[in-house]
């Protein structure tokens, strides 16, 4: 298909949404206060929206920001800004894209905190050692338009938490195909992700909840001549259950 037989479809098609960016740009911010010294690791994509579309129309880079330039702008920002969140240092990022150039629009930052925990020693802190503790990973995603007030989202996530009893399964609906046994006891485990957003006096509006299975079954030992009392478990990633859920603070009624 020549390129003028295909112009009429063109015609009848527009971009609702470009963004270009830098993924996978990594920070370390030490901050040094005497001979305390505090720690922050960060992992950010940034994308940003521009006026003009005609890199994507036409091939012009006129008003390209390199996306190499992006990520000079992440460590450059550290330096002179400093990381005292990765919430503030998102904004930072979005307020400098939108006021340094004329021709962005949109801004969109998403950033990773790695889980240093400061090193502890009989209850002591210690001044300058941290550990690498992933218990759960703590993120953000801030989101700004021109002239628009930042829509700010934190969260964690991959937060995996156990219990080994109190979390039966009983009571629920059954049709021809349910084969699920009830059960009264059970170990309950699930990976965490949970998302929550601020409004403009940086209260939180939503929460959002993530919640999958993580099963864990008594291994039947009975051919092998054992009593397996739910001792020993054989833990299952798939295919497994998935719970969500969102809450919101109610809207006051107008007088």
Known sequence: MTFTKSLPLLQNV???RTGYGKNAVKVMFIKRQ???HYLIELNANVEITLKSRKDYLTG???DIIPTDTIKNTVHALAKIKGVNT???FSLDLCHHFLTSFNHVLRAKVYMEEAPWKR???NGVEHAHAFIYSPEACRFCDVEQNLGGTPVVHSGVKDMKVLKTTQSGFEGFLR???TTLQET???VFCTTVYSRWRYNKVQDVEEIEIVMPNQ???TIDMTKMGLNNKDEVFLPLDSPSGNITGTVCRKQRARL
């Open 175 to 177: 049709d021809r195909f």
């Open 60 to 62: 012009d880079n006129s």
């Open 119 to 121: 090193l502890n020693k």
């Open 184 to 186: 009264k006891d059970r």
């Open 215 to 217: 099963h864990y079954f």
């Open 14 to 16: 527009e971009f609702v």
């Open 86 to 88: 990765i919430e503030q």
């Open 34 to 36: 005497g001979r305390h």
